[in-house]
C-alpha cells in the first residue's frame, strides 16, 4: 500500500487483531472517566506477541488498523464515554491525511469523536519531534482529548513535554510501583503532578495494584487512575469496576 508520493510504501497488515479495554477511573465521583483500548490477538493473544508481528513495512497499516478495530468494537459493544487509542508516532507521515479513515470509521459507526483521546506510546524513539507536534494540534483541531503515555520512561521525557502540552499526562506504571514503599518515588511523581498541573494538564496514575499505592496517590492529589487494583483489561467488553459508574459525557 502506498501511504503518499513522497514516499514510503507499506504493506497491508496480514493478520487480525481484537481490542481489550480497561477502566480509567475517576475516584473524585467514583465515576469512569474513559476505556483504554488495547491490542490483542484474534484469539485473544497479548499485545507483545501483537507487536512482535508488526515490521516497518507493516507499522503503517497496523497503526490504522487498531484505530479502526478500537472505534468500531467501542461502537459494536457499546463502550459509555470516551476511549483512549494508542498511536504510532512514527507511522504518521501527514497528520490529516493519516486521521482520514480515523475520522470515517467514527462518523460510519456512530461513535463522537469528541470521545476519542489519543495516547502517543513512548516505547519507540520519536524520530521527528515537529512532526509529532503537528499531529498533536491536528488532533486537537478535530476535537479529539490528547495525552502522552508512559511519561517517566523511555523517551517520554520533558522535552517531549516542552514541545506539546496534552490534555493528559500518564504517569509510567514503573514510577506507581510501591509507591507507598519508597519515598523518591513519592518525591518525583509528586513533582510530576505539580508540573502538569502548572501547565492546565491533568495526570493519570496507571498500573495501580494494591490499595496501598492507591491511598498514597490519591493523597498527593490524582483522581484519574488505572490497573488491575480497579480491573484488568477485558477482551471486546467495557467492565464498569465494582462502586463506580459509567460517567458517559463528562468532560
Known amino acids: ?44 493473544e497479548g499485545a507483545g506477541i501483537v507487536l512482535d508481528r508488526v515490521t516497518d ?3 503503517y497499516s497496523f497503526d490504522q488498523k487498531c484505530r479502526m478495530t478500537a472505534i468500531e468494537t467501542a461502537a459494536r459493544i457499546g463502550v459509555p464515554g470516551k476511549i483512549s487509542i494508542n498511536f504510532l508516532p512514527n507511522a504518521i507521515y501527514e497528520p490529516e491525511t493519516c ?41 486537537r483541531k478535530h476535537g479529539f482529548l490528547t495525552a502522552i503515555d508512559d511519561f ?22 514503573n514510577l506507581i510501583r510501591n509507591i507507598d514503599k519508597d519515598r523518591v518515588k513519592r518525591a518525583i511523581v509528586k513533582g510530576v503532578i505539580s508540573v502538569a498541573s502548572d501547565l492546565g494538564i491533568r495526570s493519570i496514575a496507571e498500573g495501580i495494584e494494591t490499595q496501598e499505592e492507591f491511598e498514597v496517590l490519591r493523597d498527593l492529589g490524582i483522581v484519574l487512575m488505572q490497573g488491575y ?5 477485558a477482551l471486546e467488553q467495557a467492565i464498569i469496576p465494582e462502586g463506580f459508574n459509567c460517567g458517559a459525557g463528562k468532560k
Not at 501511504?3 to 473524585?28: H, W
Not at 487494583?229 to 483489561?233: H, N, T, V
Request: proline share 3%; hydrophobic share 35%; aromatic share 12%.
Open 152 to 173: 517517566g520512561e523511555g523517551y517520554a521525557g520533558l522535552n517531549l513535554l516542552s514541545d506539546f502540552q496534552p490534555d493528559l499526562l500518564k504517569i509510567d506504571m
Open 1 to 44: 500500500m502506498s501511504t503518499c508520493g513522497a514516499c514510503k510504501c507499506y504493506k497491508k497488515l496480514e493478520f487480525n487483531i481484537r481490542m481489550a479495554y480497561q477502566p480509567i477511573v475517576d475516584v473524585s465521583d467514583n465515576t469512569v472517566f474513559a476505556f483504554e483500548a488495547l491490542v490483542r490477538g484474534e484469539n485473544g
Open 229 to 233: 487494583y480497579f480491573g484488568k483489561p
Open 99 to 139: 486521521l482520514e479513515r480515523t475520522l470515517e470509521t467514527a462518523q460510519r459507526v456512530g461513535f463522537p469523536k469528541d470521545n476519542i483521546i489519543f495516547e502517543v506510546t513512548e516505547h519507540e524513539k520519536i524520530e521527528n519531534h515537529e512532526l509529532l507536534k503537528d499531529v498533536f494540534s491536528t488532533y
Open 57 to 59: 513495512e507493516y507499522i
